[in-house]
């Protein structure tokens, strides 16, 4: 029994290693090595030949470009490509190719709140239900020509997102690559559903824990399936329900260190100065909306290599459901200080992500994000790089986020030139994900 037991010890120990071996440190595996088969690509090679290509930093007219399996070989000025015998060609002409674009925020267990507010979603609705909302949501992504979605929390609804990864990845549904973060955490007392009898335990939106409890709740979370952590460092529990702090700086620096020592990334939702100021020194990767951010906050974050991610699709959406037209005359206060730190974050070269929170807003309206960022005075062809090869850098995507040899097949085409007018991201023509075609003209 002993030496059995050594046996057993020893070949646990042995996959353990090889498993270390194999992962690349902070780089998210894109399949497991035991998943079963998903679609499969089309056998013959594709030469897709549009009008122009975004190859996720610059725009180049007359480029083809080449797909065998699921990876790019070749793109580059159709003359220079050397095309194997028997390709079938996609002629594209008026389009623009470009990287399948990257949801930087989104929340698949999520619809609009002026259908369902987010209490009742999280608090009357079975986690089955979410699940297989989420599975229509996941497709509605890809199809919109979201390739891959960051999800930022279940809100309730468990590790569904893992689960909505596992299914899409076996071929189970259509839907984009997948990066989870399964609950996410939240300081005990901060988050909702709020406003019950304190002798209810109500269900809340995400997995509250302090101090040194939160190295196991990390902890399991990864064992559970997330890709990263998702905390939030402040929250709207402050005497007059405004936002303030939630973790204090030494729990927000457990978390992170945590997460790493497992090769994992730790992301946070702020909005106050303060919570952005300790989660960028704590060592988060990314920071979420971000709306109260200054100057100095920003600069800071770009000294420290943190990027923002700042959903402006949420915020317009949540104030269109409260009744504003969306008329300049009548623009919220709310929003004219979200354009203002918007264009403080432009102004201090902090890298900036695209990612709209959607779930907030319609699944499939993902390009909402894209344009108010145009609309906000970034530059089209930033946002266009944002939603692409910065996203995947961001992300540790390093096989995606661009059109280049050697990189996933992840491409889309859109109709007209996205550079020229941003909303041409709706009408996309073709969606490719790992060599495999959801949409074709
Ligand atoms: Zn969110």
């Known amino acids: 029994m002993g030496s059995l037991r050594m046996i057993f010890l020893l070949s646990l120990f042995a996959m353990a290693s090889q498993a270390g ?67 079938e060609a996609i002629e594209l002409p008026g389009h623009t190719l ?30 089955e239900l979410r699940a297989i909302r989420g599975a229509v949501h996941a497709e509605k992504n890809l199809l919109a020509g979201f390739t891959t979605v960051r999800e930022l929390g279940t809100e309730g609804a468990g590790y569904a997102d893992v689960a909505l990864k596992q299914a899409i990845e076996q071929g189970i549904i259509p839907g984009p690559r997948l990066i989870v973060s399964g609950r996410a955490i939240v300081a005990t007392g901060s988050y909702g559903p709020k ?157 900036i992500l695209a990612g709209g929170d959607v779930g907030v807003f319609e699944h499939g309206e993902n390009v909402r994000e894209l344009e108010l960022m145009v609309e906000y005075g970034m530059q089209p062809l930033e946002v266009l790089r944002a939603a692409t090869a910065v996203n995947a850098e961001a992300f540790h995507l390093p096989e995606l986020g661009r059109i280049r040899e050697g990189f996933l097949a992840d491409i889309i085409a859109v109709e007209g030139n996205p550079e020229d007018d941003i909303s041409s991201l709706r009408k996309v023509r073709l969606v490719m994900k790992d060599g495999v075609l959801y949409r074709k003209l």
């Not at 674009?101 to 079975?126: C, F, M, R, T």
């Not at 406003?195 to 302090?210: H, I, N, R, S, Y």
Request: hydrophobic share 35%; glycine share 10%; net charge negative.
């Open 195 to 351: 406003g019950f009898k304190p002798d209810f335990d109500v269900p809340l939106g995400a997995e509250p824990a302090d101090g040194d409890a939160l190295i196991r709740v990390v902890r399991d979370q990864i064992g559970k399936g997330a890709d990263f952590i998702k905390v939030y460092a402040d929250y709207r529990w402050g005497p007059d329900g405004e936002a303030r702090p939630t973790f204090l700086q030494e729990e927000l620096e457990l978390m992170v260190r945590t997460a790493r020592s497992s090769g994992r990334g730790v992301v946070a939702h702020a909005s106050t100065a303060e919570g952005m100021r300790r989660a960028t020194l704590a060592g988060v990767e990314t920071i979420e909306h971000g709306d109260g951010g200054t100057a100095e906050v920003f600069h800071l974050m770009k000294e420290k290599g943190v990027a923002l991610c700042p959903t402006l699709a949420a915020g317009d959406a949540i104030l269109r459901y409260r009744g504003w037209d969306g008329s300049p005359e009548t623009e919220p206060e709310r929003i004219k200080q979200k354009k203002q730190s918007f264009k403080l974050a432009l102004e201090s070269g902090v890298t």
């Open 98 to 127: 470009m990287p399948g674009l990257i949801e930087g925020h989104s929340h698949l267990l999520l619809y609009p709140y002026n259908q369902a507010n987010w209490n009742d979603q999280v608090l009357k609705e079975s986690n």
């Open 21 to 87: 071996l194999r992962s690349q440190p902070h780089e998210i595996s894109l399949t497991s090595p035991s998943r079963p088969q998903g679609p499969i690509p089309q056998p013959r090679p594709l030469l897709l030949h549009p009008a122009r290509t975004f190859d996720g930093q610059a725009m180049h007219e007359g480029w083809a470009v080449l797909v065998e399996g699921n990876r790019i070989t070749a793109a580059g000025p159709l003359a220079a490509l050397s095309v194997p015998a028997g390709a």
